[in-house]
């Protein structure tokens, strides 16, 4: 594991809380690396929404406003269930076992990957649906509202039982799409993009 996998873990895990500050050598200690390989990894975290940075004062673990993460999570699903026509019409047979491939790999990701193998294969197999799209700026739109959000690495997958609903929910995508059934997919669409507002 990389120190970016492992801080991504105690996040996941509760070492680090929400609004929890990171002192660059108390992880030098704590993980055993040197200072640029843990700015290094916190640099990236940041570009994931795990961490934010503030400059002159440092790291700390990434907090969502719940409100404005609810908004944006509705933004998404209009959006996305929107687009559920256009996908659907440019769905041909090789791009469905392209999107299928791309479940499998998360899948493959929850059982030998690390939390940012999780996180890089959810956003794949999104990408790879909307991709379907003929409009690119939706696709560039739902990215920018995705980095708007705490990532899943830090709220939406909390227990093994939400990543997997995350896969089951990929799969039911999938199969919708192959059916050509407009209404399911875009229900369970919407589902998914609210998963990390249900209990």
């Known amino acids: 594991m990389t120190v970016a996998d492992l801080i991504a ?30 700015r290094r990894a916190l640099d990236y975290l940041t570009q994931k929404r795990l961490v934010q940075h503030v400059p002159n004062r440092g790291y700390h673990v990434f907090m969502p406003d719940s409100d404005q993460t609810a908004h944006i999570l509705e933004l998404r699903v209009i959006l996305e269930t929107a687009a559920v026509d256009s996908i659907v019409s440019y769905a041909t047979p090789p791009a469905v076992e392209r999107i299928r491939e791309r ?24 990408r ?9 700026e939706l696709l560039n739109l739902v990215t920018e509202l995705r980095g708007r959000t705490s990532s899943a690495l830090a709220g939406q997958w909390s227990t093994r039982a939400r990543v997997e609903q995350s896969s089951r ?31």
Request: net charge negative; aromatic share 8%; charged share 25%.
């Open 9 to 38: 873990r105690d996040v996941r895990s509760g070492v680090f809380a929400p609004g929890t500050w990171l002192k660059q050598i108390d992880l030098e200690s704590r993980y055993g690396y040197g200072r640029p390989d843990v």
């Open 128 to 136: 790879e649906l909307l991709c379907l799209c003929p409009n690119p």
């Open 169 to 199: 929910e990929h799969h039911a995508m999938v199969d919708a799409l192959a059916a050509r059934d407009i209404p399911r997919l875009k229900d369970i669409i919407a589902q998914h993009i609210r998963q990390p507002q249900r209990k």
């Open 103 to 126: 479940a499998r790999q998360f899948d493959d990701m929850i059982l030998h990957g690390t939390i940012l193998d999780q996180y890089e294969a959810n956003l794949a197999f999104h």
